[in-house]
């Protein structure tokens, strides 16, 4: 029975082993050697195959529940992976955007800083030359009246002697109470204060004639008299001329009164336009300069937030790559061989098994013939006995 035993155990041994890298089991070896020994029973050694067999199977079960733990934790772990490769790639784009964001704000912040600059300056330099301007209206105002009232003097004074019917007096001096009583009761009146200005004129400002209408009173003149005698002339008719050359500059400056004051109104218009305009767009500049530093502010929060964002990111899928090589390094081994030891490991647990029906099927015949030889040494004990009587 053990050379039966072990013609099956060295079949079983005999048979190639997968190609697993995980040698040949020592339990047939175990078993083999106990068998040839003689000196361990069968119930011992069927024992042993029974602790064997179990063994294997748990070494089965092991496997059975790594290779589940090992597929369980690298699908999880790359899908994990693939969720934080997809969240940092979203995390970049966002940076990139904010980053965008940030300098197109940036760039259009300083822009509109230029703009205002410009802006003030160009309302202060139109803000000088309208003062200058209304400086120069206002003295051309003025001396072009004190030269009209001076024209109008002299041609008051010349109307006295040669054309008395437009004469106009100077307005009687008004007496006080005081002085209206002296005078009724046959004083005299208070001497008249003689007028200051220009000759007694009462005009104070001297009236510089411009160019155009000192070219226009020489060509109102009358030019040099003929070398030979022209037609006479009375002292009635030279004195009209200079009345009509006294009109016509008074006209002239009529005139460039009237020019200058609709310049100096459609300037003044075109001014106050322009500082409306000019206040609507720094009003409105400022508002968006206030826009953009807000925009560049917040997208520097923004950036700054995605990039701590990204770098816990980069931490944690660095963590999940780590544990996935770790995994591979203790999983790939036995996912590879998985088949190969699980057929090994059943095809020994068959011999075992082959092995122990051997030994059980000899045990069972050795207790059947100690069991025989028994009732055949009682029954020949039996028969003596009746001999003896």
């Known amino acids: 029975m053990r050379s039966r035993a072990l013609d099956t155990l060295k079949k079983a ?29 069968f119930e011992k050694v069927i024992s042993m195959i029974d602790g064997m067999v179990e063994t294997l199977h748990k070494e089965q079960t092991d496997d059975d529940q790594k290779k589940e733990y090992c597929g369980t934790q690298l699908d999880l772990s790359d899908d994990k992976a693939k969720d934080w490769s997809r969240r940092l790639a979203e995390l970049q784009d966002a940076m990139a955007v904010a980053e965008e964001t940030m300098e197109t704000a940036k760039e259009e912040a300083k822009k509109l800083k230029k703009g205002i600059s410009d802006l ?9 030359n309208r003062k200058e301007e209304n400086a120069a209206f206002v003295k051309l105002q003025a001396e072009n009246s004190a030269a009209k009232e001076l024209l109008n003097f002299a041609k008051n004074r010349l109307n006295k002697y040669y054309n008395p019917k437009l004469y106009k007096p100077p307005a009687k001096q008004e007496l006080t109470r005081e002085e209206q009583i002296a005078v009724n009761l046959g004083g005299t009146p208070p001497p008249t204060e003689a007028p200051g200005g220009i000759a007694g004129t009462g005009v104070t400002v001297f009236a510089q004639l411009s160019s155009h209408t000192v070219h226009q009173a020489k060509r109102a003149a009358p030019g040099p008299p003929p070398e030979t005698f022209g037609a006479y002339t009375t002292k009635s008719e030279e004195n009209t001329g200079v009345l009509a050359m006294i009109d016509l500059l008074i006209k002239d400056l009529d005139k460039e009164l009237t020019v200058s004051e609709t310049e100096e109104h459609e300037a003044q218009v075109d001014y106050t336009t322009l500082m409306e305009d000019s206040a609507a767009k720094r009003k409105a500049d400022s508002a968006a300069l206030t826009q953009a530093e807000m925009t560049k502010a917040s997208a520097e929060g923004f950036m700054e937030q995605y990039s701590e964002e990204a770098t816990a990111a980069g931490k944690e899928l660095m963590a999940i790559h780590k544990f996935i090589t770790a995994l591979h390094a203790e999983c790939d081994w036995l996912l590879k061989y998985f088949d190969a030891r699980k057929e090994a490991r059943s095809s020994e647990i068959d011999s075992l098994k082959n092995a122990k029906a051997v030994l059980s099927g000899a045990d069972y015949a050795l207790v059947q013939t100690k069991r025989l030889r028994g009732v055949r040494r009682h029954v020949a004990t039996n028969t003596n ?4 009587i």
Not at 17 to 40: E, F, N, Q, W, Y
Not at 385 to 388: I, P, T
């Open 13 to 41: 041994k005999s048979m190639p082993m997968p190609a697993s890298g995980s040698g040949r089991s020592t339990h047939l070896d175990l078993v083999m050697l106990a068998l040839r020994g003689k000196k361990i029973g």
């Open 120 to 128: 003030d300056k160009a309302v202060a330099e139109a803000t000088e």
């Open 385 to 388: 006995g009746k001999h003896s």
